[in-house]
């Protein structure tokens, strides 16, 4: 062999070492390490709720939570074949009397079985989603009007800094009072509990968004703001074309803020509210005080984190898609 | 060039004052200068002397607080088309592609006079202009320095303005590509003849590319100091004016104004002056 060749040999084969070591690292950055920490905090778990005595029993361990969370799935596939018999027995009966007389007007009712654990996470989903984009929707002109002028911003910033830090709960009792009185009529398209849930949503959801979209706005650089005078854009033009572009980093910042306050807001919301939610699921299992309660609320409260990740995850998705910068690193 | 000619853009008297919190700052005083059509015009001063505050009154995006400008008899007090300004620092719209940010431009001000298929080759025509026509469909982000530069002065150019307004076109280029950019300027100015005012800090490219040098006094209350009439003839060519007595005689008179009669920073001058002695007495 010749020595070049050799060398080449040598190059390549320590091309494959970094090349190995590398993806080893990542390994053990993306799927080892999160792992261990996964198994620790387990085996911690598991050890402590042993020593936890309360008057629901012991608190429950890992393998306890894992059993109920298959007992939620197999009664909600349960309640779904129970309702799906109902509508068949319905069906049946209906036409049966359709064929003694025909001219018999069948009568369809809606099931009324209990709502199974993935209804209350399909309401709770739903629910903050209409607050949060009932909130969107205000914060988002608002704080584009705050950030383009002063005085807007002068005359709206001190309700910002007073209603902020203002908890759900406090606004709770307003809202459903309010609720109450303006929302009356003979066939309501939403209930009661919901609206209040999804306007206490709202109110703790337009903050992080609004201030957010102000200083994005507020910080546009004067260059731009130059091209559009001398462009003379009409005010709308001046917002669309400029304004929304350049502050879409700062309006999701806020908007992603606003989501995940947002979701914990709702549960607390739900449970005063009796929305029919994850966070009435946690308040009823725990007014239940049976044996498997606990667990089922532990079901409940890795639901809600799961849930308030990929939240998170498809708020950043949609910037992704609408931002125009696809190399900024986005976290 | 008779006096005529001289009335399309007139400064008259213009001064501005800045409100700063140790009260007003005067940056300009009394500048005169009037501007005839198809001039190209350079501002030379040095750094915070006034020149871009100039460009902006004419531009329309500062108000000067004395004095007015007037173009073709109007006044200017607000920004517009008409007189479209290539920023320092491009100012290119970074979500659009080159063709979208002269498109923008083509779009607001021939709204009502030219049809889609029109536009769409102006915009093509004045990226051609600059020869960028093979970087049309990418981003401020992905091109360089010079093709930026180059796309802002198609959007400035495809407003078809009155007055051509350009601060420190080049000014953040290599030398290459400054030359380059340069010679497009002057083709494209000999192709089109706009009044174009241009702030430039080299005074290589004021020589180069102007009919008139400005040569600004140091602020506060700058104003014109002297106006150089350049009349080598057109077309210029950089590597025959290289050696051209005429053409070092119009670079002396800017540097000797620069560097003489404007010095710019005191205490390095006497530094160099007492250097200067010292360095004799030891010869
Ligand atoms: N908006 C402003 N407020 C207060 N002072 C200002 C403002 N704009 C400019 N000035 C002052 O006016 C003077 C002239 O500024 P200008 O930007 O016109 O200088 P310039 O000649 O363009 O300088 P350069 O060559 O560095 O760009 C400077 O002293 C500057 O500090
Ligand atoms: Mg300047």
Known sequence: ?331 | MNELDKKHLELTRVGIEFPTPKGPFCALKDVDLKIAKGEFVSLIGHSGCGKSTVLNIVAGLYQATSGGVLLDNKEVNEPGPERAVVFQNHSLLPWLTAYENVELAVKQVFAKKMNKQEMKEWVNHNLELVHMTHAAHKRPDEISGGMKQRVGIARALAMQPKVLLMDEPFGALDALTRAHLQDSLMEIHAELGNTVIMITHDVDEAVLLSDRIVMMTNGPSATVGEILDVTLPRPRERLALADNPEYNHYRHEVLTFLYEKQRKVENVSTKKASGSKKGKEVA
């Open chain 1, 1 to 331: 062999m010749s020595k070049e060749a050799t060398m080449a040999k040598v190059t390549a084969l320590d091309f494959k070492k970094t090349l190995s070591s590398d993806f080893a690292k990542q390994i053990l950055t993306a799927v080892l390490l999160p792992f261990i920490g996964l198994i620790v905090f387990l085996l911690l778990w598991a050890s402590t709720a042993k020593n936890i005595d309360t008057s629901l029993g012991e608190f429950p361990g890992p393998a306890q939570v894992y059993s109920q969370a298959g007992t939620l799935i197999t009664e909600h596939f349960a309640e779904r074949e129970k309702a799906e018999a109902f509508y068949e027995r319905q069906r049946e009966r209906n036409e049966a009397r359709m064929k003694v007389d025909p001219t018999y007007q069948p009568k369809i009712r809606d099931y009324t079985g209990k709502a199974t654990f993935f209804d209350q996470i399909w309401t709770s989903l739903y629910t903050v989603m209409v607050g949060f984009i009932i909130a969107s929707v205000i914060a988002v002109p608002i704080g584009i009007a705050c950030g383009l002028s002063q005085k807007t911003y002068s005359a709206i910033n001190p309700l910002i800094q007073i209603f902020k830090p203002v908890s759900p709960l406090a606004w709770l009792p307003l809202v459903t009072m309010v609720v109450s009185a303006v929302y009356v009529t003979d066939d309501p398209m939403f209930s009661k509990s919901f609206l209040t849930s999804a306007l206490t949503v709202t109110l703790c959801c337009l903050w992080p968004t609004l201030i957010n979209t102000a200083v994005g706005v507020s910080n546009i650089s004067q260059d731009l703001v130059n091209v559009s005078r001398v462009l003379r854009l009409s005010k709308l033009a001046h917002v669309f074309k400029i304004v929304m572009p350049s502050s879409i980093p700062m309006i999701f910042t806020g908007l992603r803020l606003s989501l995940g306050i947002g979701w914990m807001v709702l549960i607390a919301a739900e449970m005063l509210a009796q929305n029919p939610g994850l966070g009435k699921f946690v308040w009823d299992e725990f007014q239940n005080g049976s044996s498997d309660s606990l667990a089922r609320i532990m079901v409940a409260v890795l639901v809600i984190g799961v849930i308030g990740f990929m939240l998170d995850r498809l708020m950043l998705m949609i910037q992704r898609f609408v931002s125009w910068d696809k190399n900024a690193v986005l976290r």
